[in-house]
């Protein structure tokens, strides 16, 4: 293990390992994937992959065993573990929520005061507790939280949230927000040598660039000439569109750069204004 290669942690099995790998390839890291290898090279970049539970992830970044680490901010924080957080990635979003029975009526923080509460995160709790002056009492559960109320084992639970589902089905609701949370691309704070330094900035410049490819879509359309200032008014580009002239001199082809979310509120407008062949175009990486 020890051949100078960047060694990264990721979750081993489960719901942020998909992701965290996606994003090595849309980095233009070649990884081939064994199931049940624990550690596997990538091919053309100098990177060692070790998969881990995620719990354990800020410990072995902290310690240096791995030198960064893809993890929920939600486990970093849980752990209190000294790490150095360098990119927030924009996916596993989640909430860790106070959540009550739903015949409950809590309409204020204070009504927690002297309640027990279920959860596997007692150190985030605790903190969110402490700062709003509120004292209840925490039962540490490590799985299966939000049956606690129903089996009469904890008044309330603090647990994560996503769509809500489980808290539903459990006829629980949703009543105050602990603690927002995303996967992080975390670093070990004593990296010395500068090779893996260079490694790790030049991995962060390539995942800043797969994300902002991700956030922006490429937009090429035919337009009328005479439309062009009405479309440029319209258009949410990133830098001035191009504009690119075309055998019938009454039109042009415009290509820009947009955010991927503003397309459906704008084709409308690009159409009415003579727009066609409207054509939007993933993009692999954005080198700002
Ligand atoms: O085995 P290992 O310890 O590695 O995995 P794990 O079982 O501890 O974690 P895993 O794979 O469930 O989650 C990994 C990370 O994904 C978490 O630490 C969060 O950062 C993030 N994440 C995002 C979530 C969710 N969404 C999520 N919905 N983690 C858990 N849940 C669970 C939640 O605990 C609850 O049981 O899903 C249920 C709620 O989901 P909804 O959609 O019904 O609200
Ligand atoms: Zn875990």
Redesign the pocket.
């Known amino acids: 293990m020890l051949n100078g290669n960047l060694k990264l942690a990721v979750?081993?099995?489960?719901?942020?390992t998909e992701k965290s790998l996606q994003l090595l390839k849309n980095c233009g890291i070649d990884i081939e994937l064994y199931s049940e290898r624990l550690l596997i090279s990538a091919r053309n970049f100098d990177l060692d992959i070790l998969f881990l539970?995620?719990?354990d992830i800020p410990e072995y970044v902290q310690d240096g065993v791995a030198d960064i680490g893809i993890?929920?901010?939600?486990?970093v924080a849980e752990k209190q573990s000294d790490v150095r957080i360098l990119k927030e990635l924009g996916f596993?979003?989640?909430t860790l929520m106070i959540a009550v029975p739903e015949h409950y009526e809590l309409n204020n923080i204070h009504e927690l005061n002297g309640k027990t509460i279920a959860t596997s995160y007692p150190a985030i709790l605790q903190n969110y507790l402490s700062e709003n002056k509120i004292n209840a009492k925490i039962i540490q559960l490590s799985g299966s939280v939000?049956i606690s109320p129903s089996l009469g084992v904890a008044d309330c639970i603090c647990?994560?949230?996503?769509?809500?589902?489980?808290?539903k089905m459990n006829h629980l609701k949703q009543s105050f927000s602990v603690y927002k949370?995303e996967?992080l691309l975390i670093s070990c704070k004593k990296i010395f040598e500068p090779e893996k330094q260079n490694l790790i900035d030049s991995l962060v410049m390539r995942i800043e660039s797969a994300l902002n490819a991700r956030k922006s879509k490429y937009l090429m359309m035919n337009i009328p000439k005479s439309s062009l200032n009405i479309i440029k008014e319209k258009l949410p580009a990133l830098k001035s569109p191009t504009i690119l002239a075309l055998a019938d001199e009454s039109m042009l082809a415009l290509h820009a750069v947009i955010p991927s979310d503003k397309f459906w509120e704008i084709q409308s407008d690009l159409k009415n204004a003579g727009a066609s062949d409207i054509l939007l175009l993933p993009i692999e990486n954005i080198i700002l």
């Open positions: 979750q081993k099995k489960g719901r942020l539970r995620d719990d993890v929920g901010g939600n486990v596993g979003k989640c939000e647990d994560i949230v996503s769509t809500g589902t489980t808290l949370s996967s």
